[in-house]
């Protein structure tokens, strides 16, 4: 991506612990407390035990902000379902390299970027940082998910994902790429600095933004720690 770089520390929202029966609002609320980034969770019952929501909600968002728009996709068949993402206005599409495809995961990571869109990977907790090796020359982000894929408010898993955040953290500078490194899971003010030390940049917090009543404290609060 060309801004911000990989040594810029973002808090990302995450749409998935908003109040869905006012979800401009709710945008609107994480665009005034400073977010840049919003992160859209799309979960499809199968990949990841829960369902969420579709293309039509990141269109619906889309309408509401400018903001740059982070959609994860924990589903199968991502491939499949792309241009629907592509068309809902995603600015970054990210796929699971343990997920099902009709094609492959080089193949839609490839689609994503002729769309002129930014692509991403993502890894289980349990998936070693060698899985996204092959995708790592072709990729804007790699997301290390900080606990299981599929509910929000679970404990950040660091002895299981840190060693991997390092690993791609030191792979990257040693090859001089330029891929962001992403948390989701668990991110608070006490362990975003965590994931901070050991390489990470972007910041997906979902209850520890969306949760306290104050927002914009929250989001000042959640920056300081990663500055």
Known sequence: MTEPTHNTSLILPSLLAADWSKVGAEVAKAEQAGAQWLHLDVMDGAFVDNISFGPQMIQTVRKSTSMYLDVHLMIHRADHYLERFLKAGADNI???????YDSSVTETLKRIRAAGKHCGIALHPTTPFEAALPYVNDIDLLLVMTVVPGFGGQPFMEKETMPKLAAARDYRDQQGLKYHLEVDG????HTAPIAKQN??????CGTSFFGPENTASAMQELQSVVA
């Not at 668990?186 to 003010?189: A, T």
């Not at 390489?199 to 997906?204: D, H, K, P, R, Y």
């Open 186 to 189: 668990g991110v608070y003010v």
């Open 199 to 204: 390489g990470a940049n972007l910041f997906v």
């Open 94 to 100: 990210t796929i699971h390299v343990e997920a099902n």
